[in-house]
Each structure stands twice: as structure tokens, then as C-alpha cells.
């Protein structure tokens, strides 16, 4: 059976192989980038602060592009709903004609008459006016709210068969009316034709 040897000699020994082992992590732990394979070290091995610190600055914006070829035609859309139907405009015009001869002799007789909306209107009347004794024959334009618009009287004492054309013309504002001619005449005999009211609207009326 061998000798033990002295227990200094072991705690020697082992003090020794414990520092030799001290410097040999020491080394491990401490080395230089030459050590280090390159493209070997993943990303999630460094800190924030390195990877922040390697992100270069931006680079200046760089020269527009050529433009792009011209994409293909969408689909048509849907039809979209209809629209509500919008207020009448400022430009309807509305007439009313008799042109048979009417007897006018005597008292006043409407010989056309024509209805109107609410609106500003331009009303003007046109007739031909025969008198075998010429003794006077008077129209009017009228209105069934604001009453006489506009009147003319034609006819010469001693003539006779007298033909005579007159014209009348008035502005209105209505809520809603009749507009209409109406003659009458000293000569019993007396006829008007070719009786014409047109009322033109407008989109408004200033004067009377």
C-alpha cells in the first residue's frame, strides 16, 4: 500500500490548480474582436443602446420616379336614387288665344282669359278690333285679384268699317290668379279676333 501524501502538499496542489483554472476563465471572458467569427452575433444578443447607436442618419429624399402605366378602367358604379324635382324656374311662359271674331257691342265681355300660378310675371295682350260706325270700343287686361292692369280705347267719330289693333301690357305679382281681356263697345256691331294674353314669369318684378 502506497504512502498518503502530506495533506500541505494536497491543499498545495489544489490552490495551485485552482488559480491556474482563475486565469484560463479570465481569458475566456476577455477578448478582443479578432476572436470573434464576423456575421456570427444575432441581433437579439445586443443592447438597445448598441443597436440604436449603429442606425446611421437618414439620407437626403431621393428624385420622383418615372410615372406608372395607367391601371385598368374600374367598374361602373351603381345608379345612385333619383332626385327630388326642383321648383319651377323663371322662364315659363303661359298664353291664352281666340281668334274667332267675338261681338263686343255693349257692355264689357272677357274674351280670353288664361290662370296663373303664384309668381312675378310679364302680362301682355294683343286684338284686332273691327267697328262698322267707329264710335269707340275699349279692352282691358285684368286680374281676378288686383283688378284693371292696363286698358285702351280705339275708335274715330264718322268713320266707318274701322279696323284697329290694339295692344296692352302690365306687370303682375300673384299668389295665384285669372288673368283675361275684355272689351266692350259704343258700336253694337263692333267684333274683336285674333285675341292673344301672354303671361311670361320672372324671377321677380320691381315697379308697377
Not at 16 to 39: E, N, Q
Not at 127 to 152: F, K, N, Y
Request: charged share 15%; net charge positive.
Amino acid at each position: 500500500m502506497k504512502r498518503l501524501r502530506h495533506p500541505a502538499t494536497v491543499i498545495a496542489s489544489l490552490a495551485l490548480f485552482v488559480a491556474l483554472g482563475g486565469s484560463s476563465l479570465a481569458a475566456v471572458s476577455y477578448i478582443d474582436g479578432t476572436h470573434i467569427k464576423p456575421h456570427s452575433i444575432p441581433k437579439d444578443r445586443l443592447t438597445k443602446a448598441a443597436i440604436k447607436a449603429l442606425r446611421g442618419a437618414q439620407g437626403p429624399r431621393g428624385t420622383q420616379g418615372r410615372q406608372g402605366l395607367q391601371g385598368p378602367k374600374g367598374d361602373a358604379g351603381s345608379i345612385g336614387p333619383k332626385g327630388d324635382t326642383g321648383a319651377i324656374g323663371p322662364s315659363n311662359a303661359y298664353s291664352g288665344y281666340f281668334a274667332p271674331a267675338f261681338g263686343v257691342g255693349g257692355a264689357y265681355k272677357m274674351v280670353v282669359s288664361q290662370t296663373l300660378g303664384a309668381g312675378s310675371y310679364l302680362v301682355a295682350a294683343k286684338t284686332s278690333i273691327v267697328m262698322p260706325t267707329a264710335q269707340g270700343t275699349t279692352c282691358e287686361l285684368e286680374d281676378s285679384i288686383h283688378g284693371e292692369l292696363d286698358e285702351s280705347t280705339v275708335g274715330a267719330s264718322g268713320a266707318t268699317n274701322l279696323y284697329e289693333s290694339m295692344s296692352l301690357l302690365a306687370p303682375l305679382t300673384t299668389t295665384g290668379s285669372l288673368v283675361s281681356v275684355s272689351c266692350g263697345s259704343n258700336d253694337p256691331a263692333a267684333t274683336v279676333a285674333f285675341t292673344h294674353i301672354v303671361a311670361i314669369k320672372l324671377g321677380s318684378v320691381t315697379g308697377s
